[in-house]
């Protein structure tokens, strides 16, 4: 899959991004605003799992995020399961490089989309930490809604963490749809 989203390209991961994508991960400000689970230092190693479980999914959930041939972040959906099937809860980041031109808001703009036409998701939320600004503000701008605060929900570096949830629904999507023409 390809879009080409102006600013940056969301497509399919590739064999071969593993070689730079280290650069761009390994970055101890982009691992404050992600779960545990995402390395830091990120390594080749890391880079190389990453690309393995990414490449051919039966599900294609996660996406380069592509500028100028290069993959400089990634932005993905967590389906859920069971009576959570039609929901999903969507997660990126970039390459501290390309932060402050747009590039997030058009990647997160794709993946909406493609959350609603392809997938027939019901809602897509997003769940940042309350002190992450700057996505809280790339989620209100593509149209996403603050649903409510979720206290000392997280534990980052052993500090208590408050997170935010924010929402957007087929209903939103299909009201975006039609004022766009």
């Not at 400089?72 to 031109?101: C, K, M, P, T």
């Not at 409510?148 to 999507?173: C, F, H, M, Q």
Request: a negative charge.
């Amino acid at each position: 899959m390809t879009i080409d989203c102006g600013s940056c390209t969301v497509r399919s991961w590739q064999y071969g991004d593993e070689e730079t994508l280290p650069r761009h991960a390994s970055n101890y400000t982009i691992w404050l605003n992600l779960r545990d689970t995402f390395p830091h230092p990120y390594t080749l190693a890391d880079a190389q799992r990453w690309i393995q479980y990414v490449v051919d999914p039966a599900l294609e959930t996660n996406f380069a995020i592509d500028v100028a041939g290069e993959a400089v972040g990634n932005i993905g959906l967590r389906v859920g399961e069971d009576i959570d099937r039609y929901s999903a809860e969507v997660w990126y980041w970039l390459g501290e490089q390309h932060w402050g031109r747009g590039i997030i808001t058009a990647a997160l703009t794709a993946i909406t989309n493609i959350a609603f036409s392809e997938l027939s998701l019901l809602r897509v939320e997003a769940i940042p930490f309350a002190r992450n600004t700057a996505s809280i503000r790339v989620l209100e701008k593509v149209g996403y809604q603050r649903e409510g605060l979720l206290r000392w929900s997280a534990v980052k570096e052993g500090i208590a963490l408050d997170k935010v949830v924010y929402s957007y629904t087929s209903d939103d999507w299909l009201t975006a749809q039609a004022a766009n023409g």
